[in-house]
């Protein structure tokens, strides 16, 4: 960590909402040493979560003092949403009840939906305008238009859901596939929920073997596999995880929020697009105001949403199917929001 930390900039709000939770737990040491703002920009932490977690969440505060770290300028520990949303820059907001073994994201709404309509109208009322709003806590697209519904006087581009998980996992898939790292594979897609429904596309995506940059299908060469078990890998595999672990996924999705976060403020690659859920405006022909996930290239603290890639009938049917889902999702959260 640099010893030659700026003073002088003001330190950067960031709230984590679940903040005594296990995602948390992975994620508070990445963001207070500056995975996502960078290594010259101090960060104050907001941890929210609900009045009986309070004591755990005092021991996470502790270890944060404890890992010594010179760009984490102060630590909040709260349970109420105004304090913790007080003035943030950015809002990552993971706290809710996870999905169980044998559970659907739908099961979930109705847990869950209550949550994120008093934090989108704690958001609107405390955060600053420019703050940028991740929503983990599943089902995270619907919970963040739920956010952004409730939050009307902030520009619906501050809101995004997670699916870089998503994204990180496909691109893991094609590197085993192929025999590469990580890092040769680039410009795969998610396309809509991050649930069971999700595509996950490389018809766009390239990888590179022996120097040359190639098209993944090209490469694979197995259209078999990369309709059928590909997708299935990555749509399910959350659930596996949970089958495993008997918890879900943690780790891995600390490091996506990481990347989706420092994505979208520091920037993405010039030729590089990663995936976001984040507000429609029609494109592709995906029903406007939805939270979907799209292709999107960042700079300068905005995301762009990439547009005219050539989509083939297996894409448009599976774009169009975790569409639909959202519509019913946004159907259910609606009943359940106004019963
Ligand atoms: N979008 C994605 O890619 C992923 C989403 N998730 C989701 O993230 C969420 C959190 O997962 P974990 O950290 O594993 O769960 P966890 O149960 O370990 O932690 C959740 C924390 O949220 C807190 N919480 C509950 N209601 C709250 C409220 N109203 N305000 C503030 N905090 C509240 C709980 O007290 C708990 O400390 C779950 O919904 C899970 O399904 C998990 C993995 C990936
Ligand atoms: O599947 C779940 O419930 C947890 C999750 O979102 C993931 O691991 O992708």
């Given at each position: 960590?640099?010893a ?22 992975s ?14 920009q ?20 502790m270890?944060?003092?404890d ?9 909040e520990?709260?349970?109420?949403p105004k ?6 820059d950015?809002?990552?907001l ?8 044998g ?6 709404l109705r ?17 600053k305008?420019?703050v ?5 806590g599943?089902p ?16 619906k ?13 496909a691109?893991?898939?094609?590197a ?25 596309d ?14 993944i299908?090209?490469?694979?060469a197995?259209?078999?596999?990369l309709h ?21 996924s943690?780790?891995?999705a ?6 989706h ?25 995906i ?22 890639l050539?989509?083939d009938?297996?894409s ?8 639909d ?15």
């Open positions: 960590m640099s030659h930390v700026s003073n002088s900039a003001e330190p950067k709000v960031v709230c984590v909402t679940g903040a005594a939770g296990q995602i948390a737990y994620l508070l040491f990445n963001i207070a040493r500056g995975d996502i703002y960078g290594p010259n101090r960060v104050i932490l907001h941890l929210l979560d609900i009045a009986p977690m309070m004591e755990a969440l005092q021991g996470v505060v270890e944060l003092q890992c010594s770290l010179p760009l984490l300028a102060g630590v520990a709260t349970s109420d304090v913790a949303f007080n003035n943030a950015a809002a990552i993971v706290g809710a009840m996870p999905r169980k073994e559970m659907e994201r739908k099961d979930l847990a869950n939906a209550k949550i994120f309509k008093e934090q989108g109208d704690a958001l609107n009322t405390v955060a305008p420019s940028k709003i991740l929503v983990v599943n995270a697209n619907t919970n963040a238009l739920i956010t952004l519904l409730h939050a009307t006087s902030l520009p581009e501050n809101f995004s859901a997670l699916t870089r998980l998503d994204h990180n996992r691109i893991a898939q094609v085993l596939r192929v025999g590469v790292s990580v890092e040769k594979v680039r410009n795969v897609i998610i396309w809509g929920n991050h649930s069971s429904t999700q595509y996950p490389v018809n766009h995506g390239e990888v590179e073997v022996g120097g040359q940059r190639k098209k299908k090209d490469v694979i197995d259209e078999a596999w059928g078990d590909f997708i299935k890998t990555v749509q399910s595999r959350g659930g596996a995880i949970i089958k495993a672990r008997k918890l879900s943690a780790m891995s600390a490091k996506a929020i990481v990347d976060m420092h994505d979208w403020i520091q920037g993405t690659p010039e030729g590089e697009f990663v995936s976001m859920g984040v507000h429609s405006t029609g494109v592709y022909g029903p406007a105001g939805l939270i979907y996930s799209f292709p999107v290239t960042c700079k300068n603290g905005t995301y762009t949403i990439v547009e005219g050539p989509i009938v297996f448009r049917t599976k774009m169009t199917e975790t569409a889902e959202l519509v019913s999702e946004r159907e259910d959260a609606n009943q359940i929001l106004s019963a």
